[in-house]
């Protein structure tokens, strides 16, 4: 009888997650470039700070799951990394993984309204109108950026971008009008 063989998931943050996908999406290439690839996405629950994305590789490469070449270019030293078989079995798995937790992510204004009645209506009304700026200013900004046209993936993180946007405007909408007017 012969056992299926089952790969070991190995429990990864967000951060670890994304790092590595960055990584197996462009491999070979440096820590550098996966920093600067996280600055440049749209996702906000993942920090490209050295502080955080330079001990995520460290860890990643510690695990197994990446690769570091040393390479020479000019004064500076640094590394190539790639993914190791393990380290796309986790990519893989990361990408096909549906989480029931993922469909409400956490949202710091869904949170705060929980406490709206610790704040006065006045207070309440300047938050809520702070917010709305900030939307109308995010909106603005996503309105402003045209992916490439051959890039699919990319127009639909920003249609995705859009209409979270939409939605946090209809909602201050809706609690303007339940709240405070």
């Not at 429990?11 to 440096?30: D, I």
């Amino acid at each position: 009888m012969h056992r299926a063989v089952v790969a070991k998931v190995v429990q990864l943050s967000r951060l670890e997650s994304h790092v590595l996908a960055l990584v197996r999406k462009w491999q070979p290439t440096t820590a550098y470039f996966v920093r600067k690839s996280l600055a440049d996405t749209m996702a906000t629950n993942v920090s490209d700070s050295p502080g955080s994305v330079y001990p995520a590789i460290e860890r990643l490469k510690a695990q197994g799951l990446l690769t570091a070449e040393a390479t020479a270019r000019g004064k500076r030293a640094s590394e190539h990394l790639t993914c190791t078989k393990a380290g796309e079995e986790a990519v893989q798995h990361w990408l096909m993984l549906v989480s029931p937790a993922e469909t409400l992510p956490e949202d710091p204004w869904r949170t705060k309204i929980r406490f709206a009645d610790l704040m006065s209506k006045a207070d309440l009304k300047t938050w809520l109108l702070d917010l709305r700026q900030v939307v109308k200013q995010t909106a603005a900004q996503l309105d402003e950026l045209q992916p490439e046209d051959t890039d699919t993936l990319q127009s639909l993180e920003l249609e995705h971008a859009r209409l979270s946007n939409a939605a946090r405007a209809a909602w201050i909408n809706a609690a303007m009008a339940s709240l405070v007017e």
